[in-house]
């Protein structure tokens, strides 16, 4: 086995294919070929095949069974000594298909979109090992470069604990989506409900918002191609079939029902520890989304990753007796850290203004957004 070995995506073109060719190429310094019907065809499959040490699949959810029989077809055994990954969100079909090969063989599943960063840190990645021999030590220093945090499953359980963990939280999201669309504009459309939002709308509308943004077609194959998502729905819309007579009843017992099937049962089988850390990890999203609509602010990106940046930024708060309300690590769209610091809108608008010309000036930061009354320098 190669100490360099040559990577092959199938799918290289896609969001992914994209993101992992980065990722080997930059973070573990391999040489990557690749292959997609959309802008990359200069080797043909059997090229690919005959060159790469690693295969890894990044193609649609829907076609990626029959695209990894195709390639068992094409290899006809010159893929004995390969590792074949795929990245599907669903595992237990195309991890069948791959071992119908001669290769080795895990089945990945990334929890997050492509991300703006070069590794996975942060995120879960689901590891099904179908066959893995000589390959092990590489894999596991594969997972160790990607960050993630790898938890082990046979392709099942991955399928069956994703209709719950993506199958049922896209379909609520996506169903909400379809009532907004039919009630709002009897309210008053989406910016006219926003002032009246909770943390839990606020959270929800998120989620919803972002499902709109992505793939449609991966929200639709998560849906489909799962076996265990349909039985999963029975049970969502019997539960809301359920509330909804209860509702409609709406005598004593029908209330004492819904409390009884709807909130004490699944508090019990919460437990009462779990049930208080997530009200409170609820109330720590509250105050986050609080910190983030107050009206004063600045983003800085620090381009010194080193310590003591964060210093000589927070100094020049110091400086100038500016008290802050908040500071939050986040990312901009493109992926750069940035420091959001929130000021109180009582406090002077001059002093803060003064603020972000100096951290440009004394070359502490990069201001890049600023709202409330300041604006940026440039
Ligand atoms: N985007 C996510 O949120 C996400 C997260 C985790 C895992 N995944 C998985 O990653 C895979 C790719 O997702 P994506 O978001 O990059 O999708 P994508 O649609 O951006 O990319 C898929 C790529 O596959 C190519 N393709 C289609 N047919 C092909 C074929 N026969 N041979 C080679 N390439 C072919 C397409 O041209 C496209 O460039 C999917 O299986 C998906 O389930 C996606
Ligand atoms: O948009 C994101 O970042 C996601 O997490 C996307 C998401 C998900 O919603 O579960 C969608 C499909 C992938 O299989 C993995 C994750």
């Given at each position: 086995?190669?100490a360099?070995p040559?990577?092959?995506?199938v799918?290289?073109?896609?969001?992914?294919?994209?993101?992992?060719?980065?990722?080997?190429?930059?973070?573990?310094?391999?040489?990557?070929?690749?292959?997609?019907?959309?802008?990359?065809?200069?080797?043909?499959?059997?090229?690919?095949?005959?060159?790469?040490?690693?295969?890894?699949?990044?193609?649609?959810?829907?076609?990626?069974?029959?695209?990894?029989?195709?390639?068992?077809?094409?290899?006809t055994?010159i893929?004995?000594?390969?590792?074949?990954?795929?990245?599907?969100?669903?595992?237990?079909?195309?991890?069948?298909?791959?071992?119908?090969?001669?290769?080795?063989?895990?089945?990945?599943h990334?929890?997050?979109?492509?991300?703006?960063?070069?590794?996975?840190?942060?995120?879960?990645?689901v590891?099904?090992?179908?066959?893995?021999?000589?390959?092990?030590?590489?894999?596991?220093?594969?997972?160790?470069?990607?960050?993630?945090?790898?938890?082990?499953?046979?392709?099942?359980?991955?399928?069956?604990?994703?209709?719950l963990?993506?199958?049922?939280?896209?379909?609520?999201?996506?169903?909400?989506?379809?009532?907004?669309?039919?009630?709002?504009?009897?309210?008053?459309?989406?910016?006219?409900?926003?002032?009246?939002?909770?943390?839990?709308?606020?959270?929800?509308?998120?989620?919803?918002?972002?499902?709109?943004?992505?793939?449609?077609?991966?929200y639709?194959?998560?849906?489909?191609?799962?076996?265990?998502?349909?039985?999963?729905?029975e049970?969502?819309?019997?539960?809301?079939?359920?509330?909804?007579?209860?509702?409609?009843?709406?005598?004593?017992?029908?209330r004492?029902?819904?409390?009884?099937?709807?909130?004490?049962?699944?508090?019990?089988?919460?437990?009462?520890?779990?049930?208080?850390?997530?009200?409170?990890?609820?109330?720590?999203?509250?105050?986050?989304?609080a910190?983030?609509?107050?009206?004063?602010?600045?983003?800085?990106?620090?381009?010194?990753?080193?310590?003591?940046?964060?210093?000589?930024?927070?100094?020049?708060?110091?400086?100038?007796?500016?008290?802050?309300?908040?500071?939050?690590?986040?990312?901009?769209?493109?992926?750069e850290?940035?420091?959001?610091?929130?000021?109180?809108?009582?406090?002077?608008?001059?002093?803060?203004?003064?603020?972000i010309?100096?951290?440009?000036?004394?070359?502490?930061g990069?201001?890049?957004?600023?709202?409330?009354?300041?604006?940026?320098t440039?």
């Open positions: 086995m190669s360099k040559r990577i092959g995506l799918g290289s073109q896609g969001s992914y294919g994209r993101w992992l060719r980065r990722f080997f190429e930059q973070r573990m310094g391999l040489p990557v070929l690749g292959r997609d019907p959309c802008g990359e065809v200069a080797l043909s499959e059997r090229q690919l095949l005959e060159t790469v040490d690693v295969l890894v699949f990044c193609a649609p959810i829907r076609q990626t069974p029959a695209v990894i029989r195709h390639y068992v077809e094409q290899a055994g893929e004995r000594g390969q590792l074949w990954l795929d990245i599907t969100s669903i595992k237990a079909a195309p991890v069948a298909a791959m071992l119908h090969s001669q290769a080795e063989v895990v089945g990945l990334p929890m997050s979109a492509a991300p703006k960063s070069a590794t996975l840190r942060g995120r879960a990645m590891v099904c090992e179908a066959r893995l021999e000589r390959w092990r030590p590489w894999l596991e220093a594969f997972l160790a470069a990607s960050e993630a945090d790898c938890v082990r499953a046979d392709a099942e359980q991955h399928d069956r604990v994703m209709a963990v993506q199958g049922m939280v896209h379909a609520t999201h996506m169903a909400q989506g379809a009532v907004l669309r039919e009630l709002a504009p009897e309210v008053g459309d989406l910016d006219g409900i926003r002032p009246f939002s909770s943390v839990g709308y606020e959270l929800d509308v998120a989620v919803t918002r972002r499902i709109l943004a992505g793939n449609a077609a991966i639709q194959d998560i849906q489909f191609e799962n076996p265990y998502v349909a039985p999963m729905l049970r969502l819309t019997a539960h809301l079939d359920t509330l909804r007579d209860l509702v409609r009843r709406g005598d004593e017992a029908a004492d029902q819904l409390r009884e099937q709807l909130l004490d049962q699944s508090r019990e089988y919460v437990g009462q520890p779990s049930v208080a850390e997530g009200s409170y990890a609820f109330e720590r999203l509250g105050y986050l989304l910190d983030l609509r107050e009206p004063r602010f600045i983003s800085v990106f620090l381009p010194l990753d080193q310590p003591g940046s964060l210093r000589s930024l927070l100094s020049v708060f110091e400086q100038r007796g500016i008290n802050l309300d908040s500071i939050h690590s986040s990312r901009s769209a493109e992926g850290l940035l420091f959001r610091i929130g000021v109180s809108r009582e406090g002077d608008a001059a002093a803060l203004q003064d603020a010309s100096a951290i440009e000036a004394e070359c502490i990069r201001v890049v957004e600023a709202a409330g009354g300041v604006g940026l440039r």
